[in-house]
């Protein structure tokens, strides 16, 4: 049996009292705002769509294995970080923190820590952190592109560059829970 037949079935039970019919009536309307919630749904979707392509996700060249020393490595992160828009509000500062040496690789780990200073604190109490890694396969060609990827303080969503845009709610987001958090402890 199909499910047509079925709906046959149910149609023919349905009780045609007033009450009956004034649920439909509910019932119609309920599924008409579901409609046009899904339509609204799509349309922001296919709209959002449009501006990415009219306005594509900016990345660097990145240099090779073989150009690559920790300071070529910190001079790309600041290049890469002038791809990103954000307001003029904004300062950063970017350290290397370490190289670790693993079985395959070498990861060169950086630190790039943003803050929003004011005549009023030009040292802010909190900071939001992106934590840069560049990854050196030992056994890769000189000639190949050095690996790079990006995580949020707090957050563990891994960014490669040119896949995801930068949002500066990022680093909004991050100080503000931190000032939550130091306004919740008493000094």
């Not at 003029?88 to 929003?116: G, K, P």
């Not at 802010?124 to 190949?144: E, G, R």
């Amino acid at each position: 049996m199909d499910g047509t037949e079925d709906f046959k079935i149910q149609k023919m039970d349905v009780d045609q009292s007033p009450t009956s019919q004034e649920t439909d009536t509910e019932d119609t309307g309920n599924l008409n705002e579901l409609a046009l919630a899904l339509v609204k749904s799509a349309v922001n979707a296919a709209v959002k769509t449009v501006a990415e392509e009219e306005k594509p996700i900016k990345n660097i060249k990145w240099i090779t294995h073989g150009e690559f020393t920790a300071e070529r490595g910190h001079k790309q992160i600041e290049e890469f970080i002038l791809t990103w828009e954000y307001q003029n509000c904004w300062v950063h500062y970017t350290e290397f923190i370490q190289r670790e040496d693993l079985v395959h690789s070498y990861h060169y780990i950086y630190c790039v820590r943003w803050s929003i200073p004011t005549a009023k604190r030009p040292m802010p109490q909190v900071t939001a952190s992106v934590y840069f890694t560049i990854k050196i396969t030992k056994n890769k060609p000189p000639d190949m592109p050095i690996e790079v990827f990006y995580i949020f303080e707090g957050l563990s969503f891994v960014h490669r560059p040119g896949m995801t845009r930068f949002q500066e709610k990022w680093l909004r987001d991050i100080i503000e829970a931190k000032s939550i958090l130091m306004e919740s402890i008493p000094f």
